[in-house]
């Protein structure tokens, strides 16, 4: 079956960087792309962009682009989204989610910046 | 950019009424990349509809999608004591966007 696996949650101090992988199974993990969706607490869902898992291209929606990057490792059929300059307004779950009408999603991961 | 606006913000309803959740888009929607998705505290969202009116995989047959151009709805024809949920629309196009969300409530 289908599964997008997330990794744990994390915490970070400001100006850190984090990793957040996406691991997938089940399925042809370069036939479908992988989208990224953020949430802050109490908040509604926001879309991040996305990534062409069979090119490896990324596209950033509006808010995302400099800090973040979405990559890929293929060989392990994982997804990765990285944020750099972590700031306190990046507190969020992120989510990991299957082709542009997400039907399958991970769990999220809870990325928490604090000193 | 499409924008999406869900109505209304809160809908308060009691098991085995009907519920009827509005998502208008702020430009037509020329294509059917509609999607709602439901979303329970502390779980991921799930997919609801696609296309417009395709029901996700496993997704009962009470909940159903319509509209076309600027104006959409997902329809619960009986609610269960699991549909209390918050539900968002999700345009997919060119750019994706989601709906602010509705929350259904019990009554």
């Known amino acids: 079956q289908v599964q997008l696996v997330q990794s744990g949650s994390e915490l970070k101090e400001p100006g850190s960087s984090v990793r957040v992988s996406c691991r997938t199974s089940?399925?042809?993990?370069?036939?479908?792309?992988i989208n990224w969706v953020r949430q802050a607490p109490g908040q509604g869902l926001e879309w991040m962009g996305w990534?062409?898992?069979?090119?490896?291209?990324?596209t950033y929606a509006q808010g995302f682009t400099g800090r973040f990057v979405f990559s890929l490792d293929t060989s392990v059929s994982t997804a990765y989204l990285q944020i750099s300059g972590l700031k306190a307004e990046d507190t969020a779950i992120y989510y990991c989610?299957?082709?542009?009408?997400?039907?399958?999603w991970g769990q999220g991961t809870l990325v928490t910046v604090s000193s | 950019e499409i924008m999406l606006t869900q109505s209304p913000g809160t809908l308060s309803l009691s098991p085995g009424e009907r519920a009827t959740l509005s998502c208008r888009a702020s430009?037509?929607?020329?294509?059917?990349?509609l999607a709602w998705y439901q979303q329970k505290p502390g779980q991921a969202p799930r997919l609801l509809i696609y296309?417009?009116?395709s029901r996700a995989t496993g997704i009962p047959d009470r909940f159903s999608g319509s509209g076309s151009g600027t104006d959409f709805t997902l329809t619960i024809s009986r609610l269960e004591p699991e549909d209390f949920a918050v539900y968002y629309c999700?345009?997919?196009?060119?750019?994706?966007?989601f709906g602010q969300g509705t929350k259904l409530e019990i009554k």
């Open positions: 989610a299957r082709v542009s009408y997400c039907d399958y």
């Open positions: 089940g399925y042809s993990f370069t036939n479908y792309a």
């Open positions: 990534i062409n898992t069979n090119t490896g291209y990324p």
């Open positions: 430009q037509s929607v020329s294509s059917t990349f």
């Open positions: 296309g417009i009116s």
């Open positions: 999700q345009h997919y196009g060119s750019s994706h966007t």
